[in-house]
């Protein structure tokens, strides 16, 4: 029989999530990972503050996942065993919906961290904030999101239930860490271009506070696999129109490399916290 894989719709995503998760237990000889991060733009530099790196493996050798063609993503996964004894998986290797391989590629790593054993799905990304309170370098929680991009990454007749969606539980974590935490809605738009400015007048108008291409099919993924999610935001930039400011990607990367040391502390004490809370439950 052939090698299970995503391009094959015959074949169940779950198939090709097995197989990267066993290639992920025998190269990293982690049988269970507690809980995935997926690091997004800003949010790099976290994972070698989290505990002990025990393996970085090449996004390439695991079935299903490619190396990113954005600059400033790197692609491998990273098992780290976390001061409490508890392992993460981190993700530095996402594909977003507007590379055009289809919605299977995007949320293969959240489906790998489900079979890997992960409980906890922790989504960050770098986004443009639309209150413009939030300067380039704020952390906002993600409360909610309002998925944009008119497709799913369930297939077939599954009515996931979205209610909770970000976990309320989590968000109380994370703001036990850092009480000066906002809360945002995540309005996930296809990109790669951003917005107009007209089009962030909609997101502000229907409710939404931050702009970004990646996590809400990826958050939707993780609730019909069990996870728990907790999302954060780096806002790199103000969405298009709320200042005066024309965006570039190039600004983009230095924002978030100028906010990463702090970032990189405070996802640390989040996930600590988090962890911490997994090791107490059954
Ligand atoms: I970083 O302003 C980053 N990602 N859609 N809009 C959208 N995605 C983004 C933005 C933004 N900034």
């Not at 990454?153 to 000066?180: I, M, N």
């Amino acid at each position: 029989m052939a090698e299970p894989s995503l391009d094959d719709l015959e074949t169940p995503p779950t198939a090709v999530a097995e197989l990267a998760a066993a290639a992920l237990t025998e190269r990293t000889g982690v049988e269970r990972h507690d809980l995935a991060l997926t690091l997004g733009s800003g949010w790099g530099a976290a994972a070698r503050r989290l505990g002990e790196v025990v393996a970085e493996v090449p996004a390439a050798d695991v079935p299903g996942f490619s190396v990113s063609g954005v600059p400033g993503h790197p692609g491998t996964l990273t098992s780290i065993a976390l001061p409490n004894g508890l392992h993460a998986l981190v993700i530095g290797a996402r594909t977003h919906f507007y590379e055009g391989r289809g919605v299977r590629r995007v949320v293969h790593s959240v489906r790998t961290a489900a079979v890997a054993g992960a409980r906890v799905m922790v989504l960050t990304n770098g986004a443009g904030g639309i209150d413009p309170a939030w300067a380039p370098g704020t952390p906002v929680l993600i409360r909610d999101h309002i998925n944009l991009t008119a497709a799913s990454p369930l297939e077939g007749p599954t009515f996931v239930d979205l209610t909770d969606l970000y976990s309320a539980r989590l968000r109380g974590l994370a703001q036990e860490v850092d009480p000066s935490l906002a809360e945002g809605v995540y309005v996930q738009f296809r990109g790669p271009h951003y917005e107009t400015p007209a089009e962030v007048a909609m997101a502000r108008t229907i409710g939404g506070s931050i702009v970004g291409m990646s996590t809400a099919l990826e958050a939707i993924a993780a609730r019909e696999a069990g996870l728990e999610v907790l999302g954060l935001s780096l806002i790199t930039n103000a969405a298009a129109g709320v200042t005066d400011q024309p965006l570039s990607h190039a600004e983009v990367l230095a924002a978030g490399r100028e906010a990463e040391p702090r970032l990189a502390d405070l996802l640390a004490r989040i996930v600590d916290r988090v962890a911490r809370d997994l090791a107490a439950r059954p």
